[in-house]
């Protein structure tokens, strides 16, 4: 998403971000059109949904593929290589007479590496519509990004990633420079890439009154749900191990896994029975309630529970 180097060779037009909002540079495209031709054929799905990102935003704006190298206004090439992913990416800033829209060659391709390639492309045809970087608040003209999101943006978790491809600067600053009309951004501003784990099965207990404790046997889930790729991508050294979390309370179940007990590394082979014992504080009805937490520190979409009576 790195586009200075470029931009000030080609147009010699980037500026600090000011303290409001959008900033908007050099020229703009007639009738806000503009037809794009693309040379880097392994990103032309991902500048088709790029263009219609913006051709959805309200901003009366409108990207259009052409066959024809000669007659388009904007041509995507490829610039470098990488191995799965957009890392950066250049474009020339507004309209020029030959406007450029550069992004890597990719070694292979990867789910997240695609996803990626999507938030840069987005990015860099704003520059082409002349939205240089804003750095003051969360917009997808971020001169930066963190795990598929906008530097500026709310921080999310390894298992989710900033689906929402536009935020409201980037589409106020495209209506104020095209016309249209700033609708309210609908999109939900993360999506997750892969559903958490099911519960924990199997969960068994008694209280053994030698020890203050209640024994607890329960059945390890036989795989992870972690999806490799987002492994790979975001955890490099392959994550933590699969570990569980288990607490007990008093008469009522926890529904979040407590912040203030340290997950538990699991024992037992993929599918094998975990055993675990919960010390209590005194008689009463006990629930006993086990998360089963992922390689990315994700917890199962709820916990396993089981009352357990102390006298």
Same mark, same amino acid.
């Given at each position: ?45 991902? +500048? $088709?949904? $790029? ?39 250049? $474009? ?23 996803? +990626? &390639? ?19 608040? &969360?917009?997808? +003209? ?20 900033? &689906? ?26 993360? &999506? ?18 030698? @020890? ?60 094998? @029975? ?18 089963? @937490? ?18």
């Amino acid at each position: 998403m790195r586009a200075a180097a470029l931009l000030s060779v080609l147009v010699g037009l980037l500026c600090a971000a000011p303290a409001q909002a959008y900033e908007l540079v050099g020229e703009k495209w007639p009738r806000g059109r503009v037809t794009y031709f693309v040379s880097a054929t392994q990103h032309a799905a991902t +500048m $088709a949904v $790029a263009a219609r990102t913006w051709n959805a935003s309200g901003a009366r704006v409108r990207f259009t593929r052409t066959r024809s190298r000669r007659n388009a206004d904007l041509v995507v090439a490829y610039r470098g290589t990488a191995d799965f992913g957009c890392r950066e990416g250049l $474009a020339s800033v507004g309209r020029a007479s030959r406007a450029r829209l550069y992004l890597p060659r990719l070694a292979r391709r990867s789910p997240y590496g695609d996803l +990626m &390639c999507v938030r840069t492309a987005v990015h860099e045809l704003g520059h082409v519509l002349g939205l240089s970087h804003e750095d003051d608040r &969360c917009a997808t +003209m971020n001169s930066s990004g963190i795990n598929l999101a906008p530097s500026q943006c709310e921080r999310h978790q390894p298992w989710a990633w900033r &689906c929402r491809l536009l935020e409201p600067d980037d589409v106020r600053g495209a209506v104020r420079r095209y016309g249209g009309r700033y609708r309210a951004v609908r999109d939900p501003a993360e &999506c997750d890439h892969y559903a958490p784990a099911p519960p924990i099965s199997e969960l068994t207990g008694s209280y053994d009154p030698r @020890i203050g404790a209640i024994a607890t046997s329960f059945r390890r889930l036989p795989a992870t749900t972690v999806p490799p790729w987002l492994i790979e991508a975001v955890a490099p050294d392959g994550g933590l191990p699969g570990a569980y979390t288990i607490t007990a309370t008093r008469d009522v179940c926890a529904t979040v896994p407590p912040a203030d007990i340290p997950f538990r590394y699991q024992e037992a082979e993929p599918g094998g @029975i975990e055993q675990h014992q919960v010390r209590v504080d005194g008689p009463g009805r006990w629930c006993v309630a086990v998360w089963h @937490i992922d390689e990315l520190q994700r917890p199962s979409v709820a916990p396993a529970t089981l009352f357990v009576d102390v006298t």
